[in-house]
């Protein structure tokens, strides 16, 4: 992959090259950047331009055999360290290594794809994904090798987040005390979930949200979609290529995110003196807490999402407001009234401590039925 490959971020793309032109490469960056903004197929394009010493148009003659392996994900002196979970094949302390083929399927198949789509091809299940001290023992035993073309070595670190402790221990000392000419690239959506040891170690990239029109020419050149729609994709996807890919393809189905939205709110705002409604509360936290706890923190995440859009629609900012509803009878006109000043602040922080809880393992039904009584109080606040 090639920096002209990489959907817009211009800046970001003139920084890297310069740097890399004159010879003024930072040892370990840390690529920060929201799902869909391009900050792998970037890390891969950067490592491209340095292992094979790129310049200009960034293939020439003198190095297509450099540039081939790149395009197949397969050169020697490129590495990738990303979250994996125990399956079937690999019972016990899965490294990335373990999952190598998977991995180039799924950056061949959309290299803007997030970490739910990842976990999607691993099975994740009700585990959740680390990267574990093995993997940190991998990337010492890579980069202490000689580079195959006598070059830089890469390591690219893909949610780095995901980081357990120990793995965060190694991967400080390579930090501290690097080995000659390796560049680590660590990728994460969030820069606060970086341990600050390794954070003030790396030079720090901030990478942002596609706009629209770069989102809805790349639906049209490379998905054939027409103008109009891919205008309107552009504006649901929120600057994520990989959602407006989903959208396109119509694949955001696989979970009923939405009707399952609706019928939390309904049943929340029945719930004020209904006991019935209660009821329909613990059997809506049943079918979630039955989920895998990867699925029930993207879900929560779209909740998040979805409060917020009402809110703009209540404070009449119907510009930024992306949401096309498909549930019968349900209008987010109808829901912006209970979302204000007065409460979002409270169910922005019950959201968010309950993907806290599910991510430490908490019970997830005791934490989906606390978190929607307490929306039964918040959502008729006034």
């Known amino acids: 992959m090639q920096f002209s490959d990489i959907l817009g971020q211009e800046h970001i793309k003139n920084h890297l090259i310069q740097s890399a032109?004159?010879?003024r490469i930072p040892h370990a960056q840390l690529f920060i950047g929201p799902e869909g903004s391009g900050t792998l197929p970037m890390a891969i394009a950067y490592a491209q331009y340095i292992v094979c010493q790129n310049s200009g148009l960034e293939n020439s003659e003198s190095n297509e055999s450099c540039n081939l392996k790149f395009n197949h994900l397969q050169h020697p002196d490129l590495h990738f360290i990303y979250p994996t979970v125990s399956t079937e094949d690999v019972k016990t302390k899965p490294k990335s290594i373990d999952f190598i083929q998977d991995w180039r399927i799924f950056l061949s198949e959309n290299p803007y794809?997030?970490?739910?789509d990842w976990y999607k091809i691993l099975g994740v299940q009700n585990k959740q994904g680390l990267i574990r001290v093995e993997d940190a023992q991998e990337i010492l035993?890579?980069?202490?090798?000689?580079?195959?073309?006598?070059?830089?070595?890469i390591m690219i670190i893909w949610m780095a987040d995901k980081l357990n402790i120990e793995a965060s221990n190694k991967l400080l000392k390579l930090l501290e005390e690097p080995t000659d000419r390796t560049v680590l690239i660590l990728i994460s959506e969030n820069e606060v979930d970086i341990i600050q040891t390794i954070r003030s170690r790396c030079q720090v990239l901030h990478f942002i949200g596609l706009p629209e029109k770069v989102?809805?020419?790349?639906?049209?050149?490379?998905?054939?979609?027409?103008?109009?729609?891919?205008?309107?994709?552009a504006?649901?996807?929120?600057?994520?290529?990989?959602?407006?890919?989903?959208?396109?393809?119509?694949e955001t189905d696989d979970l009923p995110f939405e009707k399952w939205f609706v019928d939390w709110v309904r049943a929340a705002y029945r719930a004020k003196g209904n006991a019935t409604a209660i009821l329909d509360l613990i059997s809506w936290s049943e079918q979630v807490a039955s989920l895998g706890r990867e699925a029930q923190k993207k879900?929560?995440?779209?909740?998040?999402?979805?409060f917020r859009q009402a809110l703009l629609l209540n404070y009449n900012v119907e510009k930024l407001v992306f949401y096309d509803p498909t549930i019968e009878k349900f209008k987010l006109e109808n829901l912006a009234p209970f979302v204000n000043g007065t409460n979002i602040n409270e169910i922005f922080n019950e959201l968010s401590e309950a993907i806290f809880h599910i991510e430490r393992n908490g019970n997830a039904k005791i934490i989906m039925t606390d978190l929607s009584i307490k929306l039964t109080r918040l959502i008729h606040r006034k």
Do not use: V
Not at 242 to 249: G, R, S, T, V
Not at 299 to 306: H, P, Q, S, T, V
């Open 21 to 23: 032109s004159s010879g």
């Open 113 to 116: 794809g997030g970490l739910f």
């Open 141 to 153: 035993k890579s980069l202490s090798l000689k580079s195959h073309e006598g070059g830089y070595k």
């Open 215 to 233: 989102i809805s020419n790349a639906l049209i050149s490379n998905e054939n979609i027409e103008e109009k729609l891919a205008l309107k994709i």
């Open 235 to 250: 504006h649901q996807a929120q600057g994520n290529y990989n959602k407006a890919l989903q959208i396109a393809k119509e």
């Open 299 to 306: 879900f929560l995440n779209y909740c998040i999402d979805m």
